[in-house]
């Protein structure tokens, strides 16, 4: 493709592990990319890399914990005449341990990145694709959200929103030239499980983890099939099948083993 076909994606949450991965996938797939977190260092090191495979990157300053944080992004993407024609939103942030134990800063940060943001950032440019008749959509979610998980009570709920959402959507917007993709990962070797506090769960040592870019290589190529739902690994499959037909009496139990730190 030459730089005036480029299609262009807007990846949140693209510092670092699975948003980084699929900012590689679509960099090798012929799309230009706006990167977009806290942590732009380490995205400007991305865009050089991406460089290689021929995408020009604009690193974008994005707090999306802040309550405005997406209104200015749309914003600064408009201001520069620039058109996504992909969005993936991969941001989101996760805690683990009791809920009347947890820092209820934490809990507000995961509520405004995991739903508001991501609700907000698609209401935005989720227009402008219906309008050309073209565009996809990824909100990367979790087999966290089949079903309820104590011990990451509000992780799980937020990502039980993103599934609902997602696939509302992808219903709504049949016929219109635009997609919308739930990625659905389990355990996954990223910084995530370290910052929600994650590590000694069963979660992580009793099921497989997979890696980032595995990860990413299959949520990729069902976005570009326009599948609705995409779960990542044989094992996440069949968790999240158990999450949404297996009874609450049953699933509740096993939910509290895999995510109770040790």
Same mark, same amino acid.
């Given at each position: 493709m030459t730089a005036a076909n480029r299609p262009l994606?807007?990846?949140?949450?693209?510092?670092?592990?699975i948003g980084a991965d699929l900012a590689r996938e679509l960099a090798r797939d012929g799309h230009d990319l706006i990167l977009a977190a806290r942590s732009v260092e380490s995205m400007h090191a991305l865009a050089e890399e991406l460089k290689g495979n021929g995408a020009t990157c604009t690193v974008l300053a994005a707090d999306l914990s802040e309550p405005e944080a997406t209104a200015r992004l749309a914003s600064e993407i408009e201001a520069r005449g620039l058109v996504?024609? %992909?969005?993936?939103?991969?941001?989101?942030?996760?805690?683990n341990g009791p809920f009347h134990d947890s820092d209820l800063?934490?809990?507000?940060?995961?509520?405004?990145?995991?739903?508001?943001?991501?609700?907000?950032?698609?209401?935005l440019l989720l227009p402008g694709m219906v309008s050309r008749r073209r565009g996809r959509i990824m909100l990367v979610g979790s087999t966290a959200g089949f079903q309820p998980g104590p011990y990451m009570a509000v992780y799980c709920a937020t990502k039980a929103y993103a599934l609902s959402f997602g696939e509302s959507l992808a219903w709504e917007l049949r016929g219109t030239g635009v997609t919308v993709t739930v990625l659905c990962p389990g355990a996954t070797a990223t910084n995530f499980s370290h910052t929600a506090q994650a590590d000694n769960t069963p979660?992580?040592?009793l099921t497989p983890v997979m890696s980032s870019?595995?990860?990413?290589?299959?949520?990729?190529?069902?976005?570009?099939?326009?599948?609705? %739902? %995409? %779960?990542?690994?044989?094992v996440n499959r069949l968790l999240g099948l158990g999450g949404r037909y297996m009874p609450r009496f049953m699933s509740l139990p096993i939910s509290e083993f895999l995510m109770r730190s040790k």
């Amino acid at each position: 493709m030459t730089a005036a076909n480029r299609p262009l994606a807007l990846v949140t949450g693209a510092s670092s592990g699975i948003g980084a991965d699929l900012a590689r996938e679509l960099a090798r797939d012929g799309h230009d990319l706006i990167l977009a977190a806290r942590s732009v260092e380490s995205m400007h090191a991305l865009a050089e890399e991406l460089k290689g495979n021929g995408a020009t990157c604009t690193v974008l300053a994005a707090d999306l914990s802040e309550p405005e944080a997406t209104a200015r992004l749309a914003s600064e993407i408009e201001a520069r005449g620039l058109v996504i024609d %992909v969005l993936i939103n991969n941001a989101g942030l996760g805690a683990n341990g009791p809920f009347h134990d947890s820092d209820l800063t934490r809990i507000r940060e995961m509520v405004l990145v995991n739903v508001l943001a991501l609700t907000e950032l698609t209401r935005l440019l989720l227009p402008g694709m219906v309008s050309r008749r073209r565009g996809r959509i990824m909100l990367v979610g979790s087999t966290a959200g089949f079903q309820p998980g104590p011990y990451m009570a509000v992780y799980c709920a937020t990502k039980a929103y993103a599934l609902s959402f997602g696939e509302s959507l992808a219903w709504e917007l049949r016929g219109t030239g635009v997609t919308v993709t739930v990625l659905c990962p389990g355990a996954t070797a990223t910084n995530f499980s370290h910052t929600a506090q994650a590590d000694n769960t069963p979660l992580f040592s009793l099921t497989p983890v997979m890696s980032s870019a595995e990860v990413a290589r299959t949520g990729y190529l069902g976005m570009k099939a326009g599948r609705a %739902v %995409v %779960v990542t690994g044989l094992v996440n499959r069949l968790l999240g099948l158990g999450g949404r037909y297996m009874p609450r009496f049953m699933s509740l139990p096993i939910s509290e083993f895999l995510m109770r730190s040790k």
